[in-house]
C-alpha cells in the first residue's frame, strides 16, 4: 500500500510556473500508473495528466495540453508534474493518485491511493 507525498503547491502568478512532486513511499519495485486530478468546490475531481509505471505512456487532459509534462522519477516511485504558464483557472486543490499495475486512466475511480491534496491559488 503506497503512502502517497505531495508537493509544490501555494499561491503563484499567472503566467508562472509550478513543480509538484508526488512520492509513493514504501512502494519500491511496484508498478504504479500515477497521476494528478484537481478538485475545486462543488465540482468533480477533474483529470489533470497521468503516466504509466515505465514513464512511456502518458496523457494530458486538453485544458492543460501544452502547458504540462508528466514524468517519472529515476526512483521509479514518483512522479513530477511541471506546470506552466499558469491560469487563475488552474486554482484548485491538486491531488496525487496512484494505480497499481493499471494502465494509464483519467477516470479517477480506478486509482488506487491518493494523497491529501495540495492547494494551488494562482493570481490574476
Known amino acids: 500500500q503506497a503512502r502517497l507525498v505531495e508537493s509544490g503547491g501555494g499561491l503563484v502568478q499567472a503566467g508562472g510556473s509550478l513543480r509538484f512532486p508526488c512520492a509513493a513511499a514504501g512502494s519500491t519495485g511496484s508498478r504504479y500508473s500515477m497521476g494528478w486530478f484537481r478538485q475545486v468546490p462543488g465540482k468533480e475531481r477533474d483529470f489533470v495528466a497521468a503516466v504509466n509505471w515505465s514513464g512511456k505512456n502518458t496523457d494530458y487532459a486538453d485544458s492543460v495540453k501544452g502547458r504540462v509534462t508528466i514524468a517519472r522519477n529515476y526512483d521509479g516511485n514518483s512522479v513530477d508534474l511541471q506546470m506552466n504558464i499558469l491560469k487563475p483557472e488552474d486554482t484548485a486543490v491538486y491531488y496525487c493518485?496512484?494505480?497499481?499495475?493499471?494502465?494509464?486512466?483519467?477516470?479517477?475511480?480506478?486509482?488506487?491511493?491518493w494523497g491529501h491534496g495540495t492547494q494551488v491559488t494562482v493570481s490574476s
Open positions: 493518485a496512484a494505480r497499481l499495475y493499471g494502465p494509464v486512466s483519467i477516470d479517477p475511480g480506478v486509482f488506487e491511493y
